[in-house]
Nanobody, 125 residues
Framework: QVQLVESGGGLVQAGGSLRLSCAAS????????MGWFRQAPGKEREFVAA??????????YYADSVEGRVTISIDNAKNTVYLQMNSLKPEDTAVYSC????????????????WGQGTQVTVSS
């Protein structure tokens, strides 16, 4: 069984930064991809970023809405994925969830096999 546990959410002022972490356990991920998605109240879940597992550095993908403000990275030794978010805006407020895909990195939530519980990010104006 795979477990994904997110941390690092919280309340931050607009323009601030947060780093989210997603610790994976239960299996060794050396293939597939990890993704971050978010869901704001009353809205559908949306893709934020994804990264492929790789021995060296994985390929990364970003939603247009966060491109240039967000960086996704992997620490292979710790089986942990990070989402560094800078220049945060009130519209970034959402529950952020990490997900694991045993296949390829995609922007579709349906392609991910495992999900964490999510962590709340609130950006005040």
């Amino acid at each position: 069984q795979v477990q994904l546990v997110e941390s690092g959410g919280g309340l931050v002022q607009a323009g601030g930064s947060l780093r989210l972490s997603c610790a994976a356990s239960g299996r060794t991920f050396r293939r597939g991809a990890m993704g971050w998605f978010r869901q704001a109240p009353g809205k559908e879940r949306e893709f934020v970023a994804a990264i492929t597992w790789s021995t060296w550095s994985g390929s990364t993908y970003y939603a247009d809405s966060v491109e240039g403000r967000v960086t996704i990275s992997i620490d292979n030794a710790k089986n942990t994925v990070y989402l560094q978010m800078n220049s945060l805006k009130p519209e970034d407020t959402a529950v952020y969830s990490c997900a694991a895909s045993v296949a390829v990195a995609t922007t579709r939530s349906a392609d991910y096999n495992y999900w964490g519980q999510g962590t709340q990010v609130t950006v005040s104006s």
